[in-house]
């Protein structure tokens, strides 16, 4: 995401008894883009609609606390730098992108809540190849920050170009702590989630990116996730990794079977599954309401 002589959209690099039930975690020129979007400093920024959405209204002393919160920047750690280049390569967008029960999911929310995203101004937070930001220039947004402090972002760029949208979507390269966006958002849209919901997730850059620019009233999409908890079964997927140590190639190696089971479980692995896989009714673990979740209650998770 670094920037270009000439680049027609503003494109910036920026440096880088039974227990009870659970709680929630937290109950337009193209010049003019450029001014707009540039390294800064951090700054501070609920009220149901007809639809039943949920949007964010802090109140004054929120905003204080947050305010001191922000003036302790957190420094970009070594961690973060190796997790940013993870996500420079190709294969992990394909992956997701390829999931399309996530990625028409999400075009299915953001054209259901056009109304809420058509000329406004919208932030991408984790842009990746910018495929959110498109939908949402597509639903009729006036502007599109898209964020990513990724290198995946200079590709990004240049699908933004190969689109014809170079005047609505600004790709920021760097961190949502480091980039300055010099308006208030209407809409915060980002895919954030990871393994088990909150593994390696960017929960916390989309808090700061409400807390810095989204407007009272404004929307976060998704604004709650739930994490549920059930037992499954999948012989099929026991049989490949764990069965086939039993006879290989005539070969008793069942001695494989405890290290098979070990490893089986070691990693999260995600997959599509049936209701019929799943033994009881799901468990709800936590519930993350997004206009109220503070940094206290996310690093308490």
């Known amino acids: ?14 440096p880088p008894a039974p227990p009870p039930p659970p709680l929630p975690l937290g109950v337009g020129n193209i010049h003019s883009h450029r001014e707009r979007a540039r390294r800064g400093t951090r700054r501070s920024r609920a009220s149901p609609d007809s639809l039943g959405l949920r949007v964010y209204d802090q109140q004054p002393q929120q ?22 280049h993870s996500y420079a390569h190709l294969g992990i967008h394909q992956e997701m992108i390829k999931d399309r029960v996530r990625t028409e999911t999400y075009r299915e929310a953001i054209m259901r809540h056009q109304s809420f995203i058509a000329g406004k101004v919208v932030v991408d937070v ?10 949402c220039a597509q639903a009729g947004a006036k502007r599109v920050y898209a964020v990513d402090a990724s290198d995946i972002a200079l590709q990004a760029n240049e699908v933004v170009k190969a689109n014809n949208l170079s005047d609505v979507i600004v790709v920021l390269h760097g961190r949502v702590e ?30 700061t990116a409400r807390d810095r620019w989204l407007k009272p009233g404004g929307l ?3 604004s709650s996730a739930t994490l549920y908890m059930a037992p499954v079964t999948h012989s099929d997927r026991y049989g490949e990794s764990i069965d086939f140590w039993r006879n290989v190639y005539g070969i008793d190696m069942s001695a494989m079977l405890s290290l098979a089971k070990q490893c089986a479980f070691e990693e999260p692995s995600v ?31």
């Open 1 to 14: 995401m670094f920037p270009k002589e000439n680049s027609s959209n503003g494109y910036h690099h920026q």
């Open 63 to 84: 905003q204080q606390q947050q305010q001191q919160q922000q003036q302790q920047r957190a420094p970009c750690t070594d961690f973060d730098m190796a997790y940013f």
């Open 126 to 135: 984790g842009c990746g190849t910018g495929i959110l930001a498109i939908f």
């Open 178 to 207: 480091d980039v300055e966006i010099d308006e208030e958002v209407d809409v915060i849209i980002s895919e954030w989630m990871g393994y088990m919901l909150l593994y390696e997730s960017m929960l916390g850059s989309v808090i």
């Open 220 to 222: 976060i999409l998704p």
């Open 271 to 301: 997959e599509t599954i049936t209701g019929e896989n799943i033994l009881t009714w799901p468990h709800v673990v936590s519930v993350a309401v997004l206009w109220l979740l503070s940094f206290l209650d996310f690093a308490s998770i």
